[in-house]
């Protein structure tokens, strides 16, 4: 190492502080060479066995740790709050912001030189890449990889989206219970997370096409050694990203986040990652706004035929020659020059890349949508901005009008959404409300209310629905999201009264509420903000301090890079 590394200023020297930093780290067996100047290398780990996606990682962490060593690093790995998605209550969501802090102060009170950032289920990516480029270190995300392919009786069924279909099946009665609780083993057959293109494999190709993690990342199965290989070589190279100091500014440039949106479109990524990006722009200081978002996303096609958008999941992703083929095809949408933690461009990344498989990964002629970037809309209903995923909605729906049927709350839509006297049929509006940032808190994945009993049990499988909440990746529907204000703080959603009118228009990006502007006014002097239900402890920090979905959803006070120096001692 050509420099004086940072972990230097613990563990170089001779000083009562050299010895204390040093001394205590050799209990474990530490011979002296360990500090003499080469690369400290933190390993962040997400393992948790409440985070079922990510509670592989013990042994995905040995792959690294032998990279970091052979490459003449020292690796010392260390934990961080893991956001499992489908255990946390009230939404992983609420806690991305906590352990992305988690994951910032870790790094800066350490004395690491480089990161790696494990990442697996949905919030987990997202969390370090905010924390990391807080502090701006050399970084690199490894992915822990998607579960193999669900199989129920000779089908193959994706993670989510058929959990979905499924319950809708059993709620119009098609399917029964005991299919439905003997599908639950079938589809979680091995470590890895959500194989469709959930938010979790979303972020993960998001990771590989901002250049923050070694190509492949995206879609090598947890179980296949091609991913413990990926481990190696990203703890390998993380050393060499030290020497370089090839930190997260140098790579997460506009650029980058131009190619991960185009990326977004062309595997019809989750809705999930709009917010995710723009917290992660926000951390490094990159500009890049939701206005961008639906800029870069026009003339993408969705070209990766994947649940839920297209039929098939990761595992015959990766087959088919995973993000890097599927980056190739769209090679002329795409930045090139972008640098990248490989040490390349993306462009020589994506050279010698082969598709193998062109009806999951489609020729750009042979698009599974033409128009596949998420959308944003705007109108007096969403100021602010609210997105659709177009590859996930019904085309027939993408402009339509009709009536509101207005969702108070997540429990006031539950009360009533099977309730035969429902004034509701296929025409109308589901608008479901306070369940944005603040309002929920935490903004919840449940902006795709599954529809009226009788609606379904009349065949109807798809309708408009407008909230303030997201919805899992894995979902899929004509469902817009994220309007912006949310209703929590009185934006035009929680004005919308039962029987209005609301018109959505996704080409021409508008989502109007055709009430006048006096009604409007006059419906806002009666309107009072709903009772936060926690007082205290972090999540009054969250309702307090989060900025709106049209900001990322980040804490106010988080946005911005801090970086890593700690210029006091500890004793
Ligand atoms: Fe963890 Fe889907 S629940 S990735
Ligand atoms: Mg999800």
């Known amino acids: 190492m050509t420099r004086k590394l940072r972990s230097q200023a613990w563990f170089g020297g001779?000083?009562?502080?050299s010895f204390i930093h040093r001394s205590w780290m050799k209990n474990g067996g530490l011979p002296d060479d360990t500090f003499d100047g080469r690369p400290v290398i933190g390993i962040c780990n997400t393992f948790s066995e409440l985070t079922?996606?990510?509670?592989?990682?013990?042994?995905?962490?040995?792959?690294?740790?032998?990279?970091?060593?052979?490459?003449?690093?020292?690796?010392?790995?260390?934990?961080?709050?893991?956001?499992g998605e489908s255990n946390m209550r009230p939404t992983a969501m609420l806690f991305r912001n906590l352990a992305s802090m988690d994951v910032e102060e870790s790094i800066r009170a350490n004395p690491i030189d480089g990161v790696v950032l494990m990442a697996g289920c949905d919030k987990t990516t997202p969390s370090l890449l905010m924390g990391a480029a807080s502090c701006d270190l050399p970084s690199i995300v490894i992915s822990g990889g998607p579960m193999l392919n669900g199989k129920f009786r000779g089908q193959d069924i994706g993670s989510g989206t058929d959990v979905w279909r499924f319950s809708e099946e059993v709620r119009a009665g098609v399917m029964s219970r005991a299919d439905f609780l003997a599908a639950e083993n079938a589809m979680s057959r091995s470590p890895g997370h959500c194989m469709t293109m959930g938010t979790a494999s979303t972020m993960a190709s998001m990771a590989e096409a901002l250049g923050v993690a070694l190509p492949g990342n995206a879609a090598y199965?947890?179980?296949?050694?091609?991913?413990?290989?990926?481990?190696?070589?990203?703890?390998?190279?993380?050393?060499?990203?030290?020497?370089?100091d090839l930190r997260l500014s140098h790579i997460l440039t506009r650029d980058a986040f131009a190619n991960a949106v185009k990326v977004n479109g062309a595997i019809g990524g989750s809705t999930n990652a709009v917010v995710h990006l723009l917290a992660i722009a926000g951390r490094v200081g990159t500009e890049f706004t939701l206005d961008d978002w639906d800029r870069w996303g026009q003339g993408v096609p969705t070209i990766l035929n994947?649940?839920?958008?297209?039929?098939?999941?990761?595992?015959?992703?990766?087959?088919?020659?995973g993000l890097p083929a599927l980056m190739k095809e769209i090679a002329g949408l795409l930045k090139l020059d972008a640098p990248t933690v490989s040490g390349r461009t993306v462009g020589e990344n994506i050279e010698a890349a082969e598709n193998f498989n062109p009806d999951v990964i489609r020729p750009?002629?042979?698009?599974?949508?033409?128009?596949?970037?998420?959308?944003?809309?705007?109108?007096?209903?969403?100021?602010?901005?609210?997105?659709?995923?177009?590859?996930?909605?019904?085309?027939?729906?993408?402009?339509?009008?009709?009536?509101?049927?207005?969702?108070?709350?997540?429990?006031?839509?539950?009360?009533?959404?099977?309730?035969p006297d429902l004034d509701i049929d296929e025409t109308c509006v589901m608008v479901l409300r306070n369940c944005g940032p603040k309002g929920y808190p935490g903004m919840a994945e449940v902006g795709n209310m599954a529809l009226p009993r009788k609606l379904l049990e009349k065949g109807v499988r798809d309708m408009v629905r407008i909230s303030d909440a997201r919805m899992s990746g894995t979902a899929f529907g004509t469902v817009i999201l994220h309007t912006a204000p949310e209703a929590a703080i009185g934006g035009t959603l929680a004005l919308v009264a039962d029987g209005d009118i609301i018109a959505v228009d996704v080409a021409a990006r508008t989502i109007h509420l055709r009430v006048s502007d006096e009604e409007l006014e006059r419906r806002r002097r009666d309107w009072r903000p709903p009772v936060p239900a926690m007082k205290g402890g972090y999540q009054s920090l969250y309702v307090e301090r989060t900025l709106q979905a049209d900001r990322g959803a980040d804490l106010d006070f988080l946005v911005g890079c801090r970086g890593h120096e700690i210029p006091r001692e500890s004793h």
């Open 221 to 244: 199965p947890a179980v296949d050694a091609h991913r413990a290989r990926l481990a190696r070589m990203t703890g390998r190279r993380i050393v060499g990203m030290v020497d370089e």
């Open 306 to 321: 994947l649940m839920p958008s297209g039929r098939y999941l990761m595992e015959d992703f990766c087959y088919a020659g």
């Open 52 to 83: 079922p996606c990510n509670a592989h990682f013990r042994q995905l962490i040995e792959h690294i740790k032998k990279g970091v060593l052979e490459a003449g690093g020292v690796p010392f790995e260390f934990p961080v709050l893991s956001c």
């Open 14 to 17: 001779d000083s009562k502080d």
């Open 364 to 419: 750009m002629a042979q698009a599974l949508v033409a128009e596949g970037g998420i959308a944003v809309l705007k109108g007096n209903l969403a100021p602010d901005g609210a997105i659709i995923k177009p590859s996930a909605a019904s085309p027939h729906l993408m402009r339509h009008e009709g009536r509101a049927v207005v969702f108070d709350t997540i429990e006031d839509y539950k009360r009533k959404v099977d309730d």
